[in-house]
């Protein structure tokens, strides 16, 4: 195969990618809130009175890394790491009831966080 077939498939695979992104995006989710959490050297939750009943977050990390765990606290060197830029999604109220969130090195880090139903 040649350059150019091998440019065509890798476009046309990132186009079925998009496709199916775009697919599971539709979802009908409606989001209508939203804060940004400062998260530090202690775990810190997400804010109760404002996500309140949803069950659907979407948590983009700004600044600096973070590490989070779902069901504990994480630390500075342990749990799920995500980095600037970094996209977490939770379809679950139980989730983003539970979730915790550190900051990973020495700043201090942003989630800008959208809750909806």
């Not at 109760?48 to 765990?69: C, F, L, N, P, S």
Request: proline share 1%; with cysteine; glycine share 6%.
């Amino acid at each position: 195969m040649g350059r150019d077939q091998d440019v065509a498939i890798d476009i046309s695979r990132l186009q079925e990618d998009v496709a199916a992104l775009l697919d599971d995006a539709s979802d009908g989710t409606f989001h209508d809130t939203n804060e940004s959490v400062t998260v530090s050297t202690t775990a810190k939750a997400l804010t109760q009175a404002k996500y309140g009943d949803r069950a659907h977050a979407i948590i983009y990390v700004e600044v600096a890394a973070v590490r989070y765990w779902a069901n504990a606290d994480p630390t500075a060197t342990v749990g799920i790491e995500l980095s600037v830029g970094d996209t977490l999604f939770l379809n679950s109220h139980l989730d983003i009831e539970n979730v915790r969130f550190i900051r990973r090195d020495g700043a201090d880090a942003t989630l800008r966080c959208e809750y909806g139903h």
